[in-house]
């Protein structure tokens, strides 16, 4: 009886652990971009006005989006 409890017991935290770490890898990649709006709706441009936004400190940028402005966080 004991070896079956502490094998599900192993295979449950196993699953918990495989979980935390997929969900914290997918939070990272979702979390790069935030794409705004046209390019041409921010002035003086799209790095700067990202910059001035205190949640993208790293700026901004339209050559990986065409025609839209995403800010980096």
Do not use: W
């Not at 205190?54 to 402005?69: I, Q, Y």
């Amino acid at each position: 009886m004991a070896a079956s409890s502490s094998s599900s017991s192993a295979t449950v935290f196993l699953v918990v652990v495989a979980f935390i770490i997929v969900a914290t890898l997918l939070s990272y990649g979702a979390a790069e971009y935030v794409c705004m709006g046209p390019c041409g709706n921010f002035l003086p441009d799209c790095l700067t006005s990202c910059r001035y936004n205190v949640h993208f400190g790293k700026g901004g940028d339209c050559d990986g989006f065409p025609g839209r402005c995403c800010c980096r966080r």
